[in-house]
């Protein structure tokens, strides 16, 4: 069953045509790979059930076959409409992947390249901005980001791609982090290789538009959210905004 979803949310701007015609069809009785199938107008792409995948590794299925192992649960809903709605990028993550499993000569050892893929996967967004807006972003340094720099934000583009990021935001909650990878594009394409860090921390709520609450600068104040980036001397190892 899926949650109830506000498909006007401006996150969800790029699924809102698809996100709720495959909704309707699961509701009816599809399982989520054939409501996904019945809109998937790209080739070479079909979800399947999950015992199709057999013995094989998650992503080297999907990568000699194309096909994607979909559960009936809200987190593969939410990667199923990623795929329909940028399937390059999903592509080259998963080739990515793939080729990493095929070097390293199986699934045991993950190694670094697929720690990244998989967290930007799941959580990741891309952010088409002014170079002002990206430099603060950089550095954490939230009141330049959301207020100072507020005016800027009407020639930046922030697009949510990770989809367990997308479900948790199903229902909104001002923690919620985007790991956000600094792009020049507006777009996804399959040029794109998000796997070299740092990934910047964005707290979605804070993107100017995006929620009434931060409308008041003291929306901002909360440093549980809007954490300083840490000093080189720090040894906490927690993430500087948690979700």
Not at 18 to 27: E, H, K, N
Not at 88 to 98: F, Q, T, Y
Not at 199 to 208: D, I, K, S
Not at 212 to 236: I, L
Request: glycine share 6%.
């Amino acid at each position: 069953m899926l949650p109830a979803i506000d498909w006007q949310l401006p996150w969800f701007a790029p699924y809102r045509e698809l996100g709720p015609a495959v909704a309707a069809r699961f509701a009816q009785g599809d399982n989520m790979a054939a409501a996904l199938n019945a809109h998937c107008p790209v080739p070479g792409l079909q979800f399947v059930a999950p015992s199709a995948q057999g013995v094989e590794a998650y992503e080297a299925f999907v990568a000699r076959t194309g096909c994607v192992p979909t559960r009936d649960n809200p987190h593969d809903f939410f990667n199923g409409l990623v795929w329909l709605s940028f399937p390059a990028l999903k592509r080259r993550i998963n080739l990515l992947h793939a080729g990493e499993i095929a070097r390293r000569g199986g699934i045991a050892a993950r190694g670094v390249v697929r720690d990244r893929l998989t967290l930007f996967d799941e959580n990741g967004a891309l952010f088409a901005a002014p170079s002002a807006l990206q430099a603060a972003l950089q550095r954490r340094d939230w009141q330049d980001l959301f207020i100072t720099q507020r005016d800027l934000w009407h020639a930046a583009q922030l697009t949510l791609v990770g989809h367990a990021l997308l479900e948790k935001l199903a229902q909104p909650r001002k923690a919620i982090t985007a790991h956000v990878w600094l792009s020049e594009a507006a777009h996804a394409s399959s040029e794109l290789a998000p796997i070299e860090p740092p990934f910047a921390p964005l707290p979605v709520l804070g993107v100017p538009g995006w929620w009434p609450g931060n409308e008041d600068r003291e929306f901002y104040a909360d440093a549980a959210v809007f954490r300083p980036a840490r000093s080189p001397r720090s040894t906490d190892s927690a993430h500087p905004c948690r979700s």
